[in-house]
C-alpha cells in the first residue's frame, strides 16, 4: 500500500486558499481535507465539524494540554489548530489529506511531516489581495492593513516551500495543485514497491 500524501496549501489571507481548496476537493473526492479547530466565532453559514470545530478558548486549551494537535498558531487574534487525528494513520492507510493552514503552521508541520507536500499559494499583486480582501467584506480598515502588511511578511517566507502558486485564475491554480498532487505521487521514492519484478524465468 502506498502511503498517501500530506498536501499543505499555505499563503497569506485572503489570496483565495479556501476558495482554490474547495475546487480540488470538488474535482478530487479521494482527497480528505483536514477540519482544523478554531476559536473564532463561525461566520454565517458555516456549520460545527464541517468548517471548523468551533472551541472556546479553555476547550482549545484544553486540546493542547490534551496532545491533540500536530501544530497550532495563533492568526489575527484567535487561535487555529490542525487535530491530530489518527493522520499519520490515515496517511498509512493510503489516504491523501489536505491541510489548508496558515504560514506559521505550515513551517511547523515541515518541520514534522518533512515527506509533506508544500504549496504555497501566491496572490497574483498586492493590489489584488487587497480587492479580494476588501471583497470579502470581513475587515475593518485597520485589520486589512494589518493583514496587508503581514501578507508582505509572510510572502517571502514562501521561499521556504517546495511549489509555489499564483492564484491569478481559480481553476487555473487548481489545475496546477492537480497536477502537482499528480507528479508527487509519480516520485520513485513513493513508490519503491513498483520495482520489484515478479519472476519470468
Ligand atoms: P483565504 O482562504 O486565502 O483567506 P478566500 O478563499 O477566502 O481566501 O478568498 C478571498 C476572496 O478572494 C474571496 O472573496 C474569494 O471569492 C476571492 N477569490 C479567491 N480566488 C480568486 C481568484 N482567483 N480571482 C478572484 N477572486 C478570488
Ligand atoms: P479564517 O478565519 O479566514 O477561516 O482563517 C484564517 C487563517 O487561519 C487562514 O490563513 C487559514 O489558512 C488559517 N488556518 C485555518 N486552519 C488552520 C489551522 O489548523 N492551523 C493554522 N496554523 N492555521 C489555520
Redesign the pocket.
Known amino acids: 500500500m502506498e502511503r498517501g500524501l500530506l498536501i499543505v496549501v ?1 499563503g497569506a ?1 485572503g489570496t483565495g ?2 476558495t482554490v481548496c474547495k475546487k480540488i476537493l470538488d474535482d478530487m473526492p479521494q482527497v480528505a481535507y483536514s477540519i ?3 476559536t ?1 466565532t463561525p461566520r454565517p453559514g458555516e456549520v460545527d465539524g464541517k468548517e471548523y470545530y468551533f472551541l472556546s478558548r479553555d476547550e482549545f486549551t484544553a486540546w493542547i494540554d490534551g496532545g491533540k494537535f500536530l ?3 495563533e ?2 487574534g ?1 487561535f ?3 487535530p491530530l487525528n489518527k493522520i499519520e494513520e490515515r496517511l498509512n492507510r493510503g489516504e491523501d489529506i489536505l491541510l ?3 504560514v ?2 505550515a513551517l511547523n508541520v515541515k518541520r514534522k511531516c518533512p515527506d509533506g507536500v508544500y504549496i504555497f499559494l501566491l496572490p497574483p499583486s498586492l493590489h489584488e489581495l487587497k480587492r479580494r480582501i476588501e471583497g470579502r467584506g470581513t475587515e475593518t480598515p485597520e485589520s486589512l492593513r494589518r493583514r496587508l502588511a503581514n501578507a508582505v511578511a509572510e510572502i517571502q517566507i514562501g521561499r521556504e516551500y517546495t511549489y509555489v502558486v499564483v492564484n491569478d485564475s481559480v481553476e487555473r491554480a487548481a489545475a496546477q495543485i492537480e497536477a502537482i498532487i499528480a507528479a508527487e505521487k509519480c516520485r520513485v521514492e513513493r513508490n519503491a514497491d513498483k520495482f520489484s519484478l515478479e519472476e519470468v524465468f
Open positions: 499555505s489571507s486558499k479556501g482544523s479547530a478554531t473564532r501544530e497550532f498558531a492568526v489575527y484567535n487555529y489548530g490542525t489548508e493552514i496558515d506559521q503552521g
